[in-house]
């Protein structure tokens, strides 16, 4: 009897048992593990204007994901694979999962196409029909220098690579979405979701237009130069100095094969580089934030008769036939420095964050060397979730990346100013300086041309150069023999060098420029998560 009793016993527990399983799994909102919930928890959530209109009540909001990347360019793309091969649960929103079509990001430098690389993303340059590139041909005034990249301990295979921009991003989405852990999904992000200071996640529409939120302890915010969520993480400087006219010539060869051309043209520079064997992009830099006008035919108007006359004769009629083909295209180029708020949570990358003058088309190296930055630091961290602790130890994250992209962002502000026409006696000799100086090669030319590689991102040697093109400048001047004038435009020149580069240097940050181990964020371990008792 007592064994009968206690049969019955089990099998009311059992019961009772399955009825609570059953009731808690229907009354408790379903969550979706791999990215969002149902309608039913997203009411939970309060919208205010706190951070992105955003601010994250409930409780038991479980993350969908270990990291949610707001993008999926090149900086997205290349970050969801990195961290998807960590073993890290990655979700990534992209507004247009959709082949772009621009007329930037598609000149990788050499230091870029070593850190594609290390990041195991080597072939997204391959069947792409991407050009291998060696170095520059510079023009100016009828006359052609042409420096090398210097690439001899390096690899055969490493160079610079020039393609079509959207190809190359979707080979990269390929293969982010390979990995099993890695969720990409077409989607507008409109918000951050905060609680209590920290980002939880985003609040998105999907592609069918329908309101879902997304968590994860911590959300990487990479969107573009565009971006509508950086406000919230740092303080945006845009600064908008010129436009770029675009345009492809079709079936012709640049002087100098393998080569990006610069013609150091009035009033600013024109770029000529390969994207695919059949097809050579120009861009035309317009100093200022207007162009003229395409429609009423101003444009092809000036640069028939401004910018033709300054094009290599081996490609004018190319260049002439691309303008009367009429596909041509503009884009405001941006710089913008770095200058974050530690945000528990959140963390900004890539143009979103940091831009600089496209003309030395460092953008893809900057955003991939910071990659393997982020990669590096977050790899002994198995929990993500202690968001204070994890966002002190990630502003060593903006320290740490300053010497690869302080340099070319000083670089790229800095040639461009000096590769400007102007009507000052002391800026027409640093520009003529800087072209001479370079076509001495040797030393003169491998030191600017590996900083403007990112195969050598030291600070001190891009100032010792930079001056050294104005000593040289004002040596030019006072040869053979010194005059009032030479001394008084070298004097010039002088101030004219720091008035360029030294503001450049100081939006950087000059402590964490030359020396980010002084900096207190400058981590070398990572944190120690106390057991909690």
């Given amino acids: 009897m007592m064994v009968e009793h206690c049969a019955y016993g089990w099998i009311l527990a059992a019961v009772l048992g399955l009825v609570v399983a059953v009731t808690f799994f229907v009354a408790v909102p379903r969550r979706n593990r791999r990215g969002g919930t149902d309608s039913t928890a997203s009411k939970d959530c309060v919208i205010s204007p706190a951070i992105a209109n955003g601010e994250c009540e409930p409780e038991d909001a479980d993350a969908d994901a270990d990291v949610i990347i707001v993008g999926a360019g090149v900086a997205g793309s290349a970050l969801a694979h990195t961290l998807g091969k960590d073993g890290r649960r990655v979700h990534v929103i992209e507004r247009d999962l959709t082949e772009p079509d621009r007329i930037v990001g598609e000149f990788l430098q050499p230091g870029g196409h070593l850190k594609l690389i290390e990041l195991g993303l080597g072939d997204c340059v391959e069947e792409i029909d991407a050009q291998k590139l060696y170095g520059y041909a510079l023009f100016k005034d009828g006359k052609n220098t042409r420096v090398s990249y210097p690439l001899g301990n390096f690899h055969s295979d490493v160079s610079g690579r020039s393609f079509h921009n959207g190809r190359f991003i979707q080979r990269m989405r390929e293969k982010a979405a390979s990995l099993p852990n890695v969720r990409l999904e077409q989607g507008t992000v409109t918000s951050l979701l905060e609680k209590k200071g920290t980002i939880k996640g985003v609040q ?24 509508n969520l950086r406000r919230s993480l740092c303080k945006p400087m845009v600064d908008v100095p010129s436009c770029f006219v675009g345009l492809v010539l079709e079936n012709c060869r640049l002087p100098f094969a393998n080569h990006g051309h610069v013609v150091l043209g009035d009033p600013s520079p024109i770029l000529f580089y390969p994207i695919s064997s059949t097809e050579i992009r120009c861009l035309v830099d ?12 101003d444009m092809e108007k000036y640069l028939k008769t ?20 009429g596909n041509i295209r503009t884009m405001p180029n941006r ?36 990659i393997v930055v982020l990669r590096n630091l977050l790899k002994p961290l ?22 690869v992209a302080s340099t070319i962002n000083t670089l790229a502000g800095a040639l461009y100013k000096v590769f400007c026409a102007s009507p000052d006696q002391a800026r027409k000799e640093m520009r003529q300086a800087c072209f001479d100086y370079l076509s001495l090669g040797g030393v003169f030319s491998n030191g600017p041309i590996s900083l403007l590689s990112g195969l050598n991102p030291r600070p001190s040697c891009l100032v010792l150069h930079f001056f050294a093109v104005a000593i040289y400048g004002v040596g030019r001047l006072l040869l053979p023999f010194p005059s009032l004038k030479g001394i008084w435009i070298g004097a010039r020149l002088i101030y004219s060098a720091s008035g360029i580069i030294l503001p450049i240097i100081k939006a950087e940050g000059v402590r964490q420029m030359f020396f980010p181990a002084t900096v207190p964020a400058y981590y070398r371990s990572p944190p120690v998560h106390k057991p909690i008792t």
């Fill in 204 to 227: 998105y529409k999907s592609k069918n237009g329908e309101e879902k939120t997304a968590y994860a302890p911590l959300t990487i915010v990479c969107d573009g130069c565009f971006s």
């Fill in 286 to 297: 317009v100093p200022g934030q207007k162009v003229p006008s395409i429609p009423n035919g």
């Fill in 306 to 325: 401004v910018v033709a006359p300054q094009v290599p004769p081996q490609i004018h009629d190319a260049f002439i036939a691309a303008i009367e083909k």
């Fill in 335 to 370: 710089s913008m420095p770095a200058a974050p708020h530690p945000t528990p949570g959140a963390l900004l990358m890539g143009d979103a964050f940091n831009m600089r003058h496209p003309l030395t088309g460092g953008g893809m190296t900057v955003a991939l060397s910071d």
């Fill in 382 to 403: 198995k929990d993500l979730n202690d968001a204070p602790t994890l966002c002190k130890y990630l502003e060593s994250y903006y320290t740490l990346r300053k010497p």
